[in-house]
């Protein structure tokens, strides 16, 4: 059976797209190939290794996911921070300018800004199109968006920006990281570049660090010349790891739609929460743009307290969604981004981007949503029924 990204679904292509096929056993699963020493010369008079990103396992996460964002090609990372910081390299050189979006993963916003201007690359900040236009050079040579963004959710229009690159020759890149490629596919908006923390969503799990580039195969032979370098390569098993994940990602991003969208529509009527980040909610500010272009609006939200300093409070009384680092796994998360995933920028910075010291994010997992809404129901209560407990209980 021939997989045709153009005509089967996404389920469909997340299982079979990419799948490697066992000649000798006809086995349903990708064999994983171990060794790191190939043989060569050999019929294909290929150069095998694992640093080259051309290993059978590595193969097999590029072909599914070039299918599942309708590119032409795809590169697996051994991170997501090796993925953003190999397509910003081998696409920026000194006395170039790039334009990035405000309010980006802190881990992004880390690298962009400690360690391209030591390289030469002057820097421009902007929240929409209008801003990226406005700050557009003749040296600029990249634009790079999230959305929807990490924390605050904020979506940008993706065909406009694309729009935007190609009249002035500007690659433009995203990284697709909450949308993941089943709720939004940027790359037929006219978007140049994919990125995706596979960390994430795509495996799941929460047991496996991987990204992602995916995009034309001229784009990825040019990230794939200084990966090669860069050495940011994913072994595999781990690749065995994805692979078994992405199987579900379907399934799966369905259930933490459903439910990111029943918890924020909760916490939005709570007395205690004053305001939820959330593109599902007609009154989030995005939620035209992402109405447009997302068939889903994903499985994250954020949220402030009305009281901020409850904040340690709730945190220390909920059982079954879990204060943790990460996101995108198939257990509910919480987290204070000014105190983890921002932490590393100034308080001014923070500011700039709209982090308040009292946002929480709230990765939705697939439990039964009712559970997750007396978890923060009694989380969020003004009386004493559930006391704070100083480790975490079993919620069962």
């Known amino acids: 059976m021939t997989i045709d990204p153009h005509t089967h679904g996404l389920s469909t292509l997340c299982i079979?797209?990419?799948t490697h096929l066992d000649q000798a056993t006809g086995g349903a699963c990708s064999p994983i190939f171990t060794s790191t020493a190939y043989a060569f010369p050999n019929p294909a008079n290929a150069n095998i290794y694992p640093r080259y990103?051309?290993?059978?396992?590595?193969?097999?996460?590029?072909?599914?996911?070039?299918a599942l964002e309708k590119g032409e090609g795809a590169l697996v990372f051994g991170s997501g921070m090796a993925a953003i910081s190999t397509l910003l390299l081998a696409n920026l050189k000194p006395g170039d300018h790039a334009i990035f979006q405000n309010d980006l993963y802190g881990g992004s916003m880390r690298l962009i800004s400690s360690e391209l201007p030591r390289l030469g690359v002057q820097l421009s900040w902007g929240a929409n199109v209008a801003d990226f236009a406005a700050a557009l050079r003749p040296e600029t040579?990249?634009?790079?968006?999230?959305?929807p963004s990490n924390p605050l959710l904020h979506c940008v229009d993706l065909a406009e920006m694309a729009a935007l690159g190609k009249r002035h020759g500007v690659l433009t890149v995203i990284d697709n990281t909450f949308a993941t490629p089943i709720n939004q596919n940027p790359l037929p908006l006219?978007?140049?570049?994919?990125?995706?923390?596979?960390t994430k969503y795509l495996n799941g799990h929460s047991d496996v660090n991987a990204g992602v580039v995916v995009a034309s195969a001229e784009i990825v032979s040019r990230v794939t010349?200084?990966?090669?370098?860069?050495?940011g390569m994913?072994?595999?098993?781990?690749?065995?790891?994805?692979?078994?994940?992405?199987?579900?990602?379907a399934l799966r991003v369905q259930r933490h739609n459903e439910n990111a969208e029943?918890?924020?529509?909760?916490?939005?009527?709570?007395?205690?929460?004053?305001?939820?980040?959330?593109?599902?909610?007609?009154?989030?500010?995005?939620?035209?743009?992402?109405?447009?272009?997302?068939?889903?609006?994903?499985?994250?939200?954020?949220?402030?307290?009305?009281?901020?300093?409850?904040?340690d409070r709730l945190l220390s009384r909920l059982r079954i969604?879990?204060?943790?680092?990460?996101?995108?796994?198939?257990?509910?998360?919480?987290?204070?981004?000014?105190?983890?995933?921002?932490?590393?920028?100034?308080?001014?910075?923070?500011?700039?981007?709209?982090?308040?010291?009292?946002?929480?994010r709230v990765s939705a997992g697939i439990e039964d949503v009712q559970d997750l809404i007396n978890d923060f129901t009694d989380a969020l209560a003004g009386d004493d029924r559930r006391s704070p407990a100083s480790t975490r209980e079993s919620p069962l």
Do not use: W
Not at 53 to 66: E, M
Not at 141 to 147: A, D, F, K, T
């Open 16 to 18: 079979h797209a990419g």
């Open 53 to 66: 990103f051309n290993t059978p396992n590595q193969q097999v996460i590029n072909r599914k996911l070039a």
């Open 141 to 147: 040579r990249l634009i790079y968006v999230e959305s």
């Open 190 to 198: 006219g978007i140049d570049a994919v990125i995706h923390s596979a």
């Open 225 to 231: 010349g200084s990966a090669v370098n860069f050495g």
């Open 234 to 249: 994913l072994d595999a098993h781990a690749c065995s790891q994805l692979e078994r994940g992405l199987k579900t990602l």
């Open 262 to 311: 029943t918890l924020a529509r909760f916490l939005a009527s709570h007395p205690a929460v004053s305001k939820v980040n959330y593109p599902g909610l007609p009154e989030h500010p995005d939620h035209a743009i992402a109405a447009r272009q997302m068939r889903g609006f994903g499985g994250m939200l954020s949220f402030e307290l009305r009281q901020p300093e409850q904040l």
């Open 321 to 360: 969604v879990m204060p943790a680092l990460s996101l995108g796994g198939v257990e509910s998360l919480i987290c204070v981004p000014s105190r983890s995933t921002h932490r590393t920028m100034t308080p001014a910075e923070r500011r700039r981007a709209g982090i308040s010291d009292g946002l929480l």
